[in-house]
């Protein structure tokens, strides 16, 4: 009886200091954290290569001249990457390359920072093509190796790594297949994460969003223009930022072996000739 007393009574009392303990975390006042959201304006102007080689290698090229602040006022980037892509099949790309983007500094001549700053990327990509009746899909599964700085003098560079999945969809409005003359138009969605010590909070570190209209003016040249918005992190974990950008780009396609191929059958069909 003496135990079973004792044993209420030291529950008892640990329940009121459970108690105690709980009305104290709950009666203490709640801060709530105001979010911050800003909007900016750029201008993204890109050219695309993509040169044929061999029956299953093609180089691969992006060059892009970006520009900020009410769209043209300031110099954002300068952006660079190379890449040779292996064609499994028709439905089937693996490319791996490098990049070699250039920043600008938000703020230019400020003491002790250098107002172009490089960065240097290894990248490797998988792209799945998913043909519909008339609406192609495309599937873009990228990842980035990326040794960035500050823009602080002698800062040191750091890795992260950074992974990128697109879904875009070309769809042919004044032909039924996307073919030479044929105006399109076209939408992607793209999702960035990326990962490192120094990713602290923006793990989700970009969302891009783009609707456009484009032109295919035959096999070699192809023209697409169009609107993106896009919502990241800006400067903390309760800073965003609202992007909206013009985007205007020029796809430039060869097959260099195919007309080595046409090459040789036109020097057997001389040689046929001649005897």
């Known amino acids: 009886m003496k135990k079973t007393l004792f044993v209420f009574i030291l529950l008892l009392l640990v329940s009121e200091d459970i108690k105690a303990q709980f009305s104290q975390v709950t009666e203490e006042p709640t801060t709530s954290v105001e ?96 043909p519909f009746d008339r609406l192609k899909l495309y599937h873009t599964f990228r990842f980035e190796q990326r040794w960035r700085r500050d823009y602080v003098v002698d800062s040191p560079f750091e890795l992260t790594y950074r992974f990128r999945y697109k879904i875009s969809g070309y769809y042919p409005l004044n032909n039924y297949k996307l073919v030479n003359k044929t105006l399109f138009a076209s939408f992607y969605e793209e999702i960035f994460i990326q990962a490192g010590e120094t990713i602290t909070y923006n793990y989700m570190e970009d969302n891009r969003v783009f609707l456009g209209l484009g032109y295919i003016l035959n096999e070699n040249i192809q023209i697409q223009a169009g609107y993106m918005w896009t919502f990241r992190y800006n400067k903390g974990p309760t800073s965003f930022e609202h992007r909206h950008i013009p985007r205007l780009s020029i796809y430039h396609n060869l097959d260099f072996h195919r007309k080595r191929i046409e090459r040789r059958k036109e020097r057997v069909l001389i040689l046929d000739e001649e005897f």
């Open 35 to 130: 979010k911050d959201y800003t909007h900016t304006r750029g201008l993204w102007l890109g050219t695309y290569t993509k040169y044929r080689l061999n029956e299953k290698m093609f180089y691969y090229g992006e060059y892009h001249y970006r520009r900020t602040n009410n769209f043209i006022e300031d110099m954002a980037q300068v952006y660079l990457r190379f890449g040779l892509t292996y064609l499994v099949n028709n439905r089937l790309e693996l490319t791996a390359g490098v990049v070699t983007p250039f920043y600008w500094a938000p703020q230019q001549d400020l003491p002790d920072q250098d107002n172009v700053v490089p960065q240097y990327r290894l990248w490797q990509q998988v792209l799945l093509v998913q």
